[in-house]
């Protein structure tokens, strides 16, 4: 059974910093390219960041040289590092596989505000 589960949301300020984590199991995680994506209430869920299965990296413009995205293959985990929050960013961030989309998982709530 897939499952997916992302942790490591929370409440911070603008300019403040948070790591999220997703941990996989039941899918052949080195193989697989990884992503986060998130979703505020009304809206699509959009792509923030993807990683390859070699570890090549791409970024939505609106978060470009603030988030980092990497990945833990003997943890089936992935990373998301995001540094300069702003109120923008909140969101439910979301992990999956691009292209074949397993069960989504709870998410994880960041909220960025003073």
């Known amino acids: 059974q897939v499952q997916l589960v992302e942790s490591g949301g929370g409440l911070v300020q603008p300019g403040g910093s948070l790591r999220l984590s997703c941990a996989a199991s039941?899918?052949?995680?080195?193989?697989?390219?990884m992503a986060w994506y998130r979703q505020v209430p009304g809206k699509q869920r959009e792509l923030v960041a993807a990683i390859t299965s070699g570890g090549s990296t791409n970024y939505a413009d609106s978060v470009k040289g603030r988030f980092t995205i990497s990945r833990d293959n003997a943890k089936n985990t992935v990373y998301l590092q995001m540094n300069s929050l702003k109120p923008e960013d909140t969101a439910v961030y979301y992990c999956n596989a691009p292209g074949i989309y397993y069960p989504w998982g709870q998410g994880t709530q960041v909220t960025v505000s003073s």
């Open positions: 039941g899918i052949i995680f080195s193989i697989n390219a």
